[in-house]
């Protein structure tokens, strides 16, 4: 007899418990991200730079709001943090050195994906 209540129960803390890590590590990834196009539009772009700042202020909110929500559903980070920031800073560095369009185009990237993402995990059973 399964103390959780039942496979069923189980899948779905174990499905949400896998959400939260990836949602927290992908928030996390674009906050390096556009830290990353931060720093270089900084010298290249200043002009953006105000509209990459609040972009990122919103992923900090999000990546927060997905950490606080892990201890009671016994969720814990992605164990490859290091790799999210890394590979988010490297993909910010590159896409800024490509000119103020690439910034936007990866801008744009990210932001479809997290959305169909998120509704793809909505419409989970
Ligand atoms: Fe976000």
């Given at each position: 007899m399964n103390p959780s209540g039942g496979s069923g129960m189980r899948d779905r803390?174990?499905?949400?418990?896998?959400?939260?890590?990836?949602?927290?590590?992908?928030?996390?990834?674009?906050?390096?991200?556009?830290?990353?196009?931060?720093?270089?539009?900084?010298?290249?772009?200043?002009?953006?730079?105000?509209?990459?700042?609040?972009?990122?202020?919103?992923?900090?909110?999000?990546?927060?709001?997905?950490?606080?929500?892990?201890?009671?559903?016994?969720a814990r980070p992605c164990r490859v943090m290091a790799f999210w920031s890394l590979g988010g800073f490297v993909l910010g560095m590159l896409t800024a050195l490509g000119g103020r369009d690439m910034i936007w185009i990866c801008a744009e990237a990210v932001e479809s994906t997290v959305h169909r993402h998120l509704e793809d995990q909505l419409s989970l059973p």
């Open positions: 803390d174990v499905t949400i418990r896998r959400i939260l890590k990836v949602n927290h590590a992908g928030e996390f990834g674009a906050i390096r991200i556009y830290g990353a196009q931060i720093l270089m539009a900084r010298r290249l772009f200043p002009d953006i730079v105000p509209a990459l700042e609040e972009m990122r202020e919103d992923e900090i909110s999000h990546c927060r709001l997905f950490r606080e929500a892990m201890p009671a559903r016994s």
